[in-house]
């Protein structure tokens, strides 16, 4: 007869988190593979160096922000199922904002913040906790506040329907950084914008309720939707030398798919106006929402109160 020792499977689980071993998986940036690794990393010829970093940073805060969004959803879903699928949502996005922002580290050096000397931050995580707001070039969808769950489904459903026809096209780009980013990525967008579809046409389709609240959430997010379209001059440079699509380009295909949701769903985008530029300027120039400012106080705290830590 066999006898069971609790005191002995609770040294056994722990022996290897506390074990004199190992302890890389504690550190503060380190631990992981080099995220670039196995892809080739050279410049293609014709391609401004700061260009490619600049639209690197664009794509990459896109998907760091609205990750962070996401992920304030973890224990606050409707049902545990979609907790964790907006978490693995977020971690998809996660998992693309890091090679993106590795790249532009990479393409230009003089764009990684700098950091106390002895940190053990790589350039991505330099660049993802110790930028200041006006550093971002995330459009400004993403950092709108999450707000209720049918808000947070069509905020997902614009992104995701323009980040996927984004990667579509850039699985062509002449940077192979970003062929290869978007060709792993094509396959989680395509899921992140098929759920949020069928959430929008769920939500429309149900009670009075549900049906009321997709229709506030589309008149709320609808006017920062124009700003996916609209060309920085980095992006126009940027499509001129074969490295990403033109903005302006990737509209009607866009509507074609966002058409046949609204069929599904019974909605129609609201007759409002696009959100106003600051002088011109908007997310992709660092002109951002009051929102984004507390979105970065939370999400860089840590980080940036122990710029040495490791744990």
Sequence with gaps: MTTHDPAGDQESV???????????????GTGFDDPLA???????????RADLAAYCLMLGDDALVLAQRLAEWCSRAPELEEDVTLANIALDLLGQARPLLARAAQADPGAVPALPPGSPAPPEDALAFFRDEPGFRNVRLVETANGDFARSTVRLLLFAVWRLALLERLR???????????????????????????????LARGTEESARRVRAALEAVWPYHDELFQSHPVERRVAAAGVGPAPEDLRAPCAAVLGEVWAAAGLAP????GLARVGGRAG???????????LLAEMQSVARAHPLGSW
């Design 270 to 273: 609201p007759e409002v106006p």
């Design 284 to 294: 992709r120039d660092g002109v951002h929402t009051e929102e984004l400012g507390r």
């Design 38 to 48: 196995g892809v080739d990393t050279a410049v293609p010829d014709g391609v401004d």
């Design 14 to 28: 722990y022996a290897g988190l506390l074990g004199d071993t190992d302890a890389s998986h504690w550190a503060f």
């Design 172 to 202: 062509d780009s002449r940077d192979p950084v970003l062929a290869a980013v978007a060709a792993k990525g094509v396959k989680e967008v395509a899921y992140h914008r098929d759920h949020a579809a069928r959430w929008t046409v769920v």
